[in-house]
């Protein structure tokens, strides 16, 4: 591989090599000796093609999620069944892992722009800006962003747009797979809302139990089905759909309602 070569987004490999072995490092305790990830669906990481490939999650924190599958990808590609211990799998990542992130976010300090470089997607959110809603159309320079790094490798993806639970599926994701038709993946995390702060910079509390479950793929078909029910596998898959709450009260539920009201009303240009 030469010295200098970028991906497509002009990073060069061996700078987002040495960010995430050092990000790696630091950050490897805290999902091994702080707190304890346990980790279900390895053997799935390394059945994957290596291109074109859209995880999709539930989403607790602004980075420590996406740390946490950093490693895990890593050390299922190194051979590791379910487990993230011997952190040597850091050392050779794998370099065309991205994210999607609110642009916003990741231009918000030098830590974020650091993280940016090291796999950052970034978009510019149609519904929410500096902490006001808002309403505009989605930037086809960020759609075609997503289906740039789906053609080089594999894209990990929040599609309910914010760590607040049981929100509706932002219906962009749909549009993506619709678009793009990448092998779709879901993965399920638990706990880090309890152990780390929002951004997943600090610990929050140690000792709390982890989970990341990777399943199978979906079987989705894309030229059939339409935005509507590939919403509905999505929140199924990642375990987001209302049905999974024990107990929704009227204020979630009024909530809930007012979002997907808000959200059916951009179905005419996701379809489009």
Same mark, same amino acid.
């Given at each position: 591989m030469p010295l200098f070569k970028r991906n497509p987004f002009g990073h060069y490999l061996f700078l987002k090599k040495w960010l995430i072995r050092v990000f790696g490092v630091i950050s490897h305790g805290r999902y091994r000796k702080f707190n304890n990830l346990q980790i279900d669906g390895s053997e799935i990481i390394r059945s994957l093609p290596d291109k074109n490939v859209l995880f999709i999650s539930n989403h607790q924190t602004y980075f420590a999620d996406v740390a946490a599958m950093f490693h895990v990808f890593n050390a299922s590609l190194s051979g @590791? *069944? *379910?487990? &993230? +211990?011997?952190i040597g799998y850091i050392w050779n990542p794998k370099l065309n892992i991205y994210y999607v992130a609110a642009g916003e976010t990741m231009r918000a300090g030098l830590l974020p722009k650091i993280f940016a470089y090291a796999g950052s997607v970034s978009i510019d959110r149609t519904w929410r800006s500096e902490g006001k809603d808002v309403n505009r159309q989605v930037k086809? !320079? /960020? &759609? !075609?962003n997503i289906g740039k790094a789906l +053609? /080089? %490798?594999w894209v990990i993806t929040f599609p309910q747009g914010?760590?607040? #639970?049981? +929100? #509706?599926? @932002? @219906? %962009?994701t749909a549009h993506i797979i619709k678009t793009f038709k990448p092998v779709v993946v879901p993965i399920v995390i638990d706990g880090f809302r309890r152990s780390f702060d929002k951004k997943g910079l600090n610990i929050k509390k140690r000792n709390v139990l982890q989970s990341m479950v990777i399943k199978p793929p979906l079987e989705i078909d894309y030229e059939n089905e339409d935005v509507a029910d590939i919403i509905k596998k999505i929140e199924f898959a990642i375990e987001q759909h209302p049905s999974f709450l024990k107990v929704l009260s009227? +204020?979630?539920a009024e909530e809930f309602l007012r979002e997907e009201e808000e959200l059916n009303k951009q179905r005419t240009f996701w379809n489009s």
């Open positions: @590791r *069944d *379910d487990n &993230i +211990k011997n086809n !320079s /960020d &759609i !075609s +053609k /080089d %490798g914010t760590t607040t #639970p049981f +929100k #509706p599926i @932002r @219906r %962009g009227a +204020k979630e």
